[in-house]
């Protein structure tokens, strides 16, 4: 053999060679997840797995399910173990129980089995790869579909792996001269030698049309059929039920409406999708190979981790221990001492009472003592006996033990103890805080305000990020969210980091004005950073927020107007004056009403405030004026009902000379939880005036420049009315009251207290060592 030659052989075995590799590493996928096998006859069950059909068919008889009518596995000698290729080993026969069974599914011959007797059952089948039960439907398997496909794989891979090859004989040659198949015909599913493929397909005949293959030990339907329509061919697929259909199928009510698409549209979609998928796997072979460097050493880590965390586990153990050994002996020295004590005076105790009865020198001495005559003398030595008498009785009389024997005051009460000890356990991050969205805002800053659960660990402190959305409000109305938690509308904005917050509340400043932020929050302790909260969007205001106080230098009505500390709360009481203007009311008497406004005043640029009104006042006017025409009203006041004024249009006495010159004032009016909504403005009004509920606080933006008011629900930013106002002169924040009612105005975010205790610390001393990357 010359050199090119064997060059050119050594290419097709080392190609052999890697081809047989790659099949054999398939084999796993080739198995069926029921017997572990090479999948025979495999059907595609609803969940999409495949297992054999003969296998399916014992489980669900196990399960009580009767016996299934299956199509007949072919009967050929090539099934027999008799014809089995010396070089595959035999597999055990079937058990005869399940040999039983099988010929009963194969048969129908399930004794007292009769149709109609009994509403269809729906059968559930248990996948071994789902973990589920999956509905086969009414039909059970007869439902399922052939998957041809693997059957072909599974060929192949015998061919070309030669392993467990059967020998493939002819079926219809004599026993003792048998010879191995060289044909097998499609039509007559069979295998033929070549003299008797000649013998029984005869040129001339309608048999020498049959369709010829190559020897074969299962024979498959030329093409799929629906399970239902005998004979009609698949030839359509339904998405929507993502199942293939036949045209009688298609046909059904059942995928009125469904996008049906030709099963050759079908193929060819799914066949680019695997054929990209698999490219783009086969591509990236490197990055699968460096993922996998990465769960190797995990792996390692998690060891080394692991082996760390044992050895600290037993050495706090060790020193719970060592504590207990230390605090036992202490508490055992103590009750030592008092036992020695309580027993010394027990002891002194029982010596006196033994001496009343066991020694008798001293009643014998008071005997003899009492035999003396001499008075003198008797009174002089007697003394001590009469008291050593005298306590010997009492004793006798008032008897008590000198020091209590039970020692109940010494009992340990470690039920405590016992409960921590218990409930000892590694730490645990924080778990993903609470954001508080009833005191969460956005003003001149973003004010957030979170909690952790109940049953949440600590947090030493906490990690609050933000980040800014582009397209401001219809980014916080129509949140689309990619992966990570983003929005589809994302600009590259990364995200911004507050790092180690103490207190459960944090401000965020340095924003920009009419933007949407998306802002989360997460605690860390000594186990590290916790679950992020769920993400909350805020729109910050439309332009600067304007800061003003009440103005009460322009003659307030203390008896019907009260300010507030700080002049940011104003309330209107009716008192006597309007009590009487109501009385009047009845003969034509109009009711007045009572005038504040800012003490600053704007001459240019944009700007926003808002206020909250009492859902329960009465009437209350929020907007706009010009100052000197607001002076003047205040010093003639008008009559609100009158038809010569009217401030939420402009009208006054004057206004008949200049209609086409802008009001000089701009207000909306509230009351009773409602908000009147005018017919005029520029911001698509609706054709009549109408109301709208009351929101919890009222946001004001007034444009200078181009002399324009808008008015919105400042917890939304959605725009309630847009108005016009004269802005040639300075113009300032004004609100009317008629009746009671009261208003408060946004306090600024940086006049907030955020101080709050921090938690408490508490370092744990250990000598782990951080492995991680």
Same mark, same amino acid.
């Given at each position: 053999?010359?050199?090119?030659?064997?060059?050119?052989?050594?290419?097709?075995?080392?190609?052999?060679?890697?081809?047989?590799?790659?099949?054999?590493?398939?084999?796993?996928?080739?198995?069926?997840?029921?017997?572990?096998?090479?999948?025979?006859?495999?059907?595609?069950?609803?969940?999409?797995?495949?297992?054999?059909?003969?296998?399916?068919?014992?489980?669900?008889?196990?399960?009580?399910?009767?016996?299934?009518?299956?199509?007949?596995?072919?009967?050929?000698?090539?099934?027999?173990?008799?014809?089995?290729?010396?070089?595959?080993?035999?597999?055990?026969?079937?058990?005869?129980?399940?040999?039983?069974?099988?010929?009963?599914?194969?048969?129908?011959?399930?004794?007292?089995?009769?149709?109609?007797?009994?509403?269809?059952?729906?059968?559930?089948?248990?996948?071994?790869?789902?973990?589920?039960?999956?509905?086969?439907?009414?039909?059970?398997?007869?439902?399922?579909?052939?998957?041809?496909?693997?059957?072909?794989?599974?060929?192949?891979?015998?061919?070309?792996?030669?392993?467990?090859?059967?020998?493939?004989?002819?079926?219809?040659?004599?026993?003792?001269?048998?010879?191995?198949?060289?044909?097998?015909?499609?039509?007559?599913?069979?295998?033929?030698?070549?003299?008797?493929?000649?013998?029984?397909?005869?040129?001339?005949?309608?048999?020498?049309?049959?369709?010829?293959?190559?020897?074969?030990?299962?024979?498959?339907?030329?093409?799929?059929?629906?399970?239902?329509?005998?004979?009609?061919?698949?030839?359509?697929?339904?998405?929507?039920?993502?199942?293939?259909?036949?045209?009688?199928?298609?046909?059904?009510?059942?995928?009125?409406?469904?996008?049906?698409?030709?099963?050759?549209?079908?193929?060819?979609?799914?066949?680019?999708?695997?054929?990209?998928?698999?490219?783009?796997?086969?591509?990236?072979?490197?990055?699968?190979?460096?993922?996998?460097?990465?769960?190797?050493?995990?792996?390692?880590?998690?060891?080394?981790?692991?082996?760390?965390?044992?050895?600290?586990?037993?050495?706090?153990?060790?020193?719970?221990? &060592? +504590?207990?050994?230390? @605090?036992?002996?202490?508490? =055992?020295? !103590? *009750?030592? #001492?008092?036992?020695?004590?309580?027993?010394?005076?027990?002891?002194?105790?029982?010596?006196?009472?033994?001496?009343?009865?066991?020694?008798?020198?001293?009643?014998?001495?008071?005997?003899?003592?009492?035999?003396?005559?001499?008075?003198?003398?008797?009174?002089?030595?007697?003394?001590?006996?009469?008291?050593?008498?005298?306590?010997?009785?009492?004793?006798?009389?008032?008897?008590?033990?000198?020091?209590?024997?039970?020692?109940?005051?010494?009992?340990?009460?470690?039920?405590?103890?016992?409960?921590?000890?218990?409930?000892?356990?590694?730490?645990?991050?924080?778990?993903?805080?609470?954001?508080?969205?009833?005191?969460?805002?956005?003003?001149?800053?973003?004010?957030?305000?979170?909690?952790?659960?109940?049953?949440?660990?600590?947090?030493?402190?906490? &990690? +609050?990020?933000?980040? @800014?959305?582009?397209?401001? =409000?219809? !980014? *916080?109305? #129509?949140?689309?969210?990619?992966?990570?938690?983003?929005?589809?509308?994302?600009?590259?904005?990364?995200?911004?980091?507050?790092?180690?917050?103490?207190?459960?509340?944090?401000?965020?400043?340095?924003?920009?004005?009419?933007?949407?932020?998306?802002?989360?929050?997460?605690?860390?302790?000594?186990?590290?950073?916790?679950?992020?909260?769920?993400?909350?969007?805020?729109?910050?205001?439309?332009?600067?927020?304007?800061?003003?106080?009440?103005?009460?230098?322009?003659?307030?009505?203390?008896?019907?107007?009260?300010?507030?500390?700080?002049?940011?709360?104003?309330?209107?009481?009716?008192?006597?004056?309007?009590?009487?203007?109501?009385?009047?009311?009845?003969?034509?008497?109009?009711?007045?009403?009572?005038?504040?406004?800012?003490?600053?005043?704007?001459?240019?640029?944009?700007?926003?405030?808002?206020?909250?009104?009492?859902?329960?006042?009465?009437?209350?006017?929020?907007?706009?004026?010009?100052?000197?025409?607001?002076?003047?009203?205040?010093?003639?006041?008008?009559?609100?009902?009158?038809?010569?004024?009217?401030?939420?249009?402009?009208?006054?006495?004057?206004?008949?000379?200049?209609?086409?010159?802008?009001?000089?004032?701009?207000?909306?009016?509230?009351?009773?939880?409602?908000?009147?909504?005018?017919?005029?403005?520029?911001?698509?009004?609706?054709?009549?005036?109408?109301?709208?509920?009351?929101?919890?606080?009222?946001?004001?933006?007034?444009?200078?420049?181009?002399?324009?008011?808008?008015?919105?629900?400042?917890?939304?930013?959605?725009?309630?009315?847009?108005?016009?106002?004269?802005?040639?002169?300075?113009?300032?924040?004004?609100?009317?009251?008629?009746?009671?009612?009261?208003?408060?105005?946004?306090?600024?975010?940086?006049?907030?207290?955020?101080?709050?205790?921090?938690?408490?610390?508490?370092?744990?001393?250990?000598?782990?060592?951080?492995?991680?990357?």
């Amino acid at each position: 053999m010359t050199e090119p030659d064997l060059q050119t052989f050594t290419s097709i075995m080392d190609a052999l060679v890697r081809i047989s590799s790659n099949m054999k590493s398939m084999e796993k996928e080739l198995k069926c997840p029921l017997c572990d096998e090479m999948v025979k006859q495999p059907i595609i069950l609803p969940c999409l797995h495949s297992v054999c059909v003969l296998c399916a068919a014992e489980v669900l008889v196990q399960r009580g399910y009767p016996p299934p009518e299956l199509p007949p596995e072919p009967n050929t000698p090539t099934s027999s173990p008799n014809t089995r290729s010396p070089r595959q080993a035999r597999r055990p026969l079937p058990k005869p129980d399940r040999l039983d069974r099988v010929l009963r599914t194969v048969c129908g011959t399930y004794p007292g089995r009769r149709r109609k007797d009994t509403p269809p059952l729906i059968m559930l089948f248990p996948c071994p790869l789902c973990k589920k039960d999956v509905e086969l439907g009414e039909r059970g398997l007869a439902d399922c579909l052939r998957n041809l496909t693997l059957e072909r794989i599974v060929e192949r891979y015998r061919h070309t792996v030669n392993l467990g090859t059967l020998a493939v004989m002819c079926q219809y040659c004599k026993p003792p001269q048998a010879l191995e198949a060289t044909k097998g015909c499609a039509d007559c599913r069979s295998n033929f030698c070549n003299e008797c493929f000649k013998l029984y397909h005869p040129w001339g005949t309608p048999r020498a049309q049959h369709e010829h293959i190559l020897p074969t030990h299962s024979f498959r339907p030329k093409v799929l059929v629906c399970v239902e329509h005998e004979q009609e061919k698949l030839q359509f697929y339904c998405r929507s039920c993502q199942r293939l259909l036949c045209p009688l199928c298609k046909l059904r009510r059942a995928h009125s409406g469904h996008k049906i698409l030709p099963v050759a549209q079908a193929y060819q979609a799914l066949k680019e999708k695997i054929t990209k998928e698999m490219n783009y796997i086969l591509a990236n072979q490197e990055l699968v190979q460096t993922q996998i460097t990465q769960l190797e050493s995990a792996i390692t880590q998690t060891e080394l981790n692991s082996s760390v965390a044992k050895e600290q586990l037993s050495q706090f153990v060790n020193e719970l221990r &060592s +504590v207990l050994t230390e @605090r036992q002996g202490a508490l =055992a020295m !103590a *009750l030592e #001492g008092s036992r020695t004590k309580r027993a010394e005076a027990l002891t002194n105790q029982l010596s006196e009472k033994q001496s009343l009865l066991d020694n008798a020198g001293l009643m014998t001495y008071t005997q003899e003592l009492l035999k003396e005559t001499d008075q003198p003398c008797f009174v002089h030595a007697a003394r001590v006996t009469h008291n050593r008498l005298a306590r010997a009785i009492e004793h006798l009389q008032h008897f008590s033990l000198a020091a209590d024997p039970s020692f109940r005051h010494f009992q340990l009460d470690v039920s405590r103890e016992l409960k921590l000890l218990a409930s000892m356990d590694f730490i645990q991050a924080p778990l993903a805080p609470v954001i508080d969205t009833q005191k969460t805002l956005a003003y001149d800053q973003l004010y957030l305000c979170w909690r952790l659960p109940q049953d949440s660990a600590p947090a030493w402190h906490y &990690s +609050v990020e933000y980040q @800014r959305r582009v397209g401001g =409000a219809g !980014a *916080l109305w #129509g949140r689309g969210r990619t992966e990570g938690g983003g929005a589809s509308n994302s600009a590259p904005w990364t995200w911004q980091r507050l790092d180690e917050v103490g207190g459960t509340s944090t401000v965020i400043d340095r924003l920009e004005m009419d933007s949407v932020y998306v802002l989360r929050v997460r605690g860390c302790n000594k186990a590290g950073f916790g679950e992020y909260s769920e993400e909350v969007y805020l729109h910050t205001p439309p332009a600067p927020v304007l800061s003003f106080c009440l103005d009460s230098r322009w003659g307030l009505h203390a008896d019907r107007l009260a300010l507030g500390k700080g002049q940011t709360y104003a309330r209107s009481v009716p008192g006597l004056t309007l009590l009487q203007a109501a009385d009047r009311s009845l003969t034509s008497c109009h009711l007045t009403s009572d005038l504040l406004v800012g003490d600053l005043s704007v001459t240019q640029g944009r700007h926003y405030w808002a206020c909250s009104i009492e859902p329960g006042s009465y009437l209350v006017k929020v907007g706009v004026g010009l100052e000197a025409r607001l002076q003047e009203w205040f010093h003639l006041p008008q009559d609100m009902a009158s038809p010569r004024y009217d401030p939420d249009s402009g009208h006054d006495s004057g206004a008949e000379d200049a209609q086409d010159s802008p009001p000089p004032f701009c207000f909306l009016t509230m009351g009773m939880g409602k908000i009147l909504l005018p017919q005029s403005g520029s911001a698509k009004p609706p054709a009549t005036p109408h109301t709208a509920p009351l929101p919890p606080r009222l946001g004001v933006c007034l444009d200078f420049d181009k002399g324009q008011v808008t008015f919105y629900d400042a917890h939304s930013l959605r725009v309630l009315w847009e108005g016009t106002i004269d802005c040639s002169a300075p113009v300032c924040p004004a609100f009317c009251f008629i009746g009671g009612g009261a208003l408060q105005l946004q306090e600024l975010i940086a006049n907030r207290s955020t101080e709050q205790a921090p938690p408490r610390r508490v370092t744990i001393q250990t000598r782990a060592t951080n492995l991680s990357n």
